[in-house]
């Protein structure tokens, strides 16, 4: 199991920017699919988007298409998700996983093997 560590939230205006860090521990980042889910107050966690290991897929959920990109250093044990044109809607605790020889169909549900805590994305209007 891998910890993992989320950070660059923060405040921000409706179409601004903000990217999101996830360092890893262990040495075996490479083999670990990653990505992002967030939970707005009062709302179920949803799936924003996967990182595969090996061919790397990608996959994002429909409502952040266009704007977010997900992009991974496995030198660095890092996976990074690039917030472009945020809007209020993405205001979420948002929280990076982790899951060995991950599957998207599984990590699109929310089964992962690790979590990080969350970091906060706030925007305002």
């Known amino acids: 199991q891998a910890q993992l560590v989320e950070s660059g939230g923060g405040l921000v205006q409706v179409g601004g920017s903000l990217r999101l860090s996830c360092v890893a521990s262990?040495?075996?980042?490479?083999?670990?699919?990653v990505g992002w889910f967030r939970q707005a107050q009062g709302k179920e966690r949803e799936f924003v988007a996967a990182f595969g290991w090996g061919i790397g897929a990608i996959e994002y959920a429909e409502s952040v298409k266009g704007r977010f990109t997900i992009s991974r250093d496995n030198a660095k044990n890092t996976a990074y998700l690039q917030m472009n044109n945020l809007q209020p809607e993405d205001t979420a605790i948002y929280y990076c996983?982790?899951?060995?020889?991950?599957?998207?169909?599984?990590?699109?549900?929310?089964?992962?093997?690790?979590w990080g805590r969350g970091t906060q994305v706030t925007v305002s209007a």
């Open positions: 996983f982790a899951d060995y020889f991950g599957q998207m169909e599984k990590l699109k549900n929310g089964v992962a093997d690790s």
């Open positions: 262990g040495h075996t980042f490479s083999r670990y699919s």
